[in-house]
C-alpha cells in the first residue's frame, strides 16, 4: 500500500485566496484527521471522520475552514479566505477498524503571503 | 487544562545512556495510548503502543502506562543520536470514535 497520500506538498499562495489540501487515506481505513502543525500549538486535531462522517469538527478554528469527505477514499480541507496565520504544515492521517494507530501523510507545508 | 501534556524540552542525554520521557493526560476513559517519533521536517512515525497498565518492552523502548494516576511514560535505553528527535505523545479518546490527541511533543537531543 502506498500509505497515506497528501497533495500538494507545498503551497504558496496570497492572502485571501481559497487553498485546498487533499488526501487519499489508506485503503480500508474507515477514520481521517486532520491536523494542523505549528512551532507554538504544535500538532493540532481539526478535524476527523469515521465512516465518511465528521464526528468532531472542535478543532476548526473559524468558518473559514471547512473539510469533506466524499467517500472513503478522498477527503479535502478547504480554507477561504486563507489568511497569512494559517501558515502551518497540515497533516492527513488515516486508522483502521481494528486499530487505533493513525499512519500519516508527508503533510503539506502551506505558505499564505 | 489541556487534554494531553508533555514537557517541551530539550532533553539532552548523552549517548548510551537512558532517555525518560513523560506524558499526562485528562480522559479517564482513554483506552489506548501511542508514542510517536517526529524527526524535523518529516511526518509522525508510530514507534510504540500500549493499552493495558504496566510495561511493554520492544527492543530499546519501553513505554510504561499508569491508567490510575493518567500517565504515560517513554523510556530509551542505549540512545543513539539518531534518536535525537520530537517525541510525540497520542491519547485515543473513549469509545470507538474517540478522537486521537496529541501532546506538544518533547525534543531529544542526544550527544555523542
Known amino acids: 500500500d502506498a500509505g497515506v497520500i497528501q497533495s500538494p506538498r507545498h503551497e504558496v499562495t496570497e492572502m485571501g485566496q481559497e487553498v485546498t489540501l487533499r488526501c487519499k487515506p489508506i485503503s480500508g481505513h474507515n477514520s481521517l484527521f486532520w491536523y494542523r502543525q505549528t512551532m507554538m500549538r504544535g500538532l493540532e486535531l481539526l478535524i476527523y471522520f469515521n465512516n465518511n462522517v465528521p464526528i468532531d469538527d472542535s478543532g476548526m478554528p473559524e468558518d473559514r475552514f471547512s473539510a469533506k469527505m466524499p467517500n472513503a477514499s478522498f477527503s479535502t480541507l478547504k480554507i477561504q479566505p486563507s489568511e497569512p496565520r494559517d501558515s502551518a504544515v497540515y497533516f492527513c492521517?488515516?486508522?483502521?477498524?481494528?486499530?487505533?494507530?493513525?499512519?500519516f501523510g508527508q503533510g503539506t507545508r502551506l505558505t499564505v503571503v | 487544562q489541556k487534554e494531553v501534556e508533555q514537557n517541551s524540552g530539550p532533553l539532552s542525554v548523552p549517548e548510551g545512556a537512558i532517555a525518560s520521557l513523560n506524558c499526562t493526560y485528562s480522559d479517564r476513559g482513554s483506552q489506548s495510548f501511542f508514542w510517536y517519533r517526529q524527526y524535523s521536517g518529516k511526518s509522525p512515525e508510530l514507534i510504540m503502543f500500549?493499552?493495558?497498565?504496566g510495561d511493554k518492552e520492544d527492543g530499546r523502548f519501553t513505554a510504561q502506562l499508569n491508567k490510575a494516576s493518567q500517565y504515560v511514560s517513554l523510556l530509551i535505553r542505549d540512545s543513539q543520536p539518531s534518536d535525537s528527535a520530537t517525541y510525540l505523545c497520542?491519547?485515543?479518546?473513549?469509545?470507538?470514535?474517540?478522537?486521537?490527541?496529541f501532546g506538544q511533543g518533547t525534543t531529544l537531543q542526544v550527544k555523542p
Open positions: 497520542a491519547v485515543h479518546g473513549s469509545g470507538n470514535t474517540g478522537k486521537l490527541i
Open positions: 500500549i493499552y493495558s497498565n
Open positions: 492521517a488515516s486508522s483502521s477498524p481494528f486499530s487505533a494507530e493513525a499512519f
